[in-house]
C-alpha cells in the first residue's frame, strides 16, 4: 500500500482490547511501520512538512492504523484544515488509532525544543530511511523469487534497487554531515 487519498479503509470491531492489539502490533510492526507513524506524528506538530508532500506520497504503508490516519491528514491538508494533535480527539478518530501514535507523539515532543532546522533534517532523515527500508525489503521479494523470474532479469532489478539504496544512503550521510552529525 502507499499513501494515497481517499482509501475506505474499515477497522473492525472497535471493542477490541487496545493493550493486547497494541502489544501485538508493535511486536509485528516492521520498521517501515515505524518510520510511517513517526512521519505521521511529525505532521500532526508540524504541518509544514506537508511541503515534503511528493516524498510522502512515494512512501508505502503496511498497516491500516497508519493508513486510517494519513487518509484523514491528507484530506484535511487538500481541504486547507488545521492540523495539530487535536485531531485524535475528535470522534473520528478511534481510541486503538490514538494509543498507537501516542508513543511517537510524545517522543517528537520530547525533542521540541530543537530548531526548526533540525526538526526538517530529522524528517528529511525519516523519510530517507523509510524509504532505504522498503528497497531493502524489494530486494529480500526479488531474492525470494529464484525460478519465478529469469535470473538475469531479476539481478538487474536487483542491481538497480541496490544503486537507489546507495543513493539514499548518500543522502543521508549529506543530512547528517551538514548537520554536524557526520
Known sequence: MTFKKGTGLSLGNPKVDIKKA???????????????????????????????????????????ESLFLWDILYTRYMNSEKISPAILQEELIPEEIRSIIMPYLLEIEDEEDHSPELRKVQFEETILLHKRVSKQKEIESLNAMVGVLDDKERLSKIMSVRSEILEIDNKLRSLNYTNGRG
Do not use: Q
Open 22 to 64: 497494541e502489544n501485538v502490533r508493535r511486536n509485528k510492526l516492521s520498521s517501515t511501520g515505524a518510520y510511517s507513524r513517526k512521519i505521521l506524528s511529525m505532521l500532526l506538530l508540524h504541518p509544514e512538512f506537508f511541503k515534503y508532500l511528493d516524498d510522502i506520497l512515494e512512501l508505502s504503508m503496511e498497516d491500516e
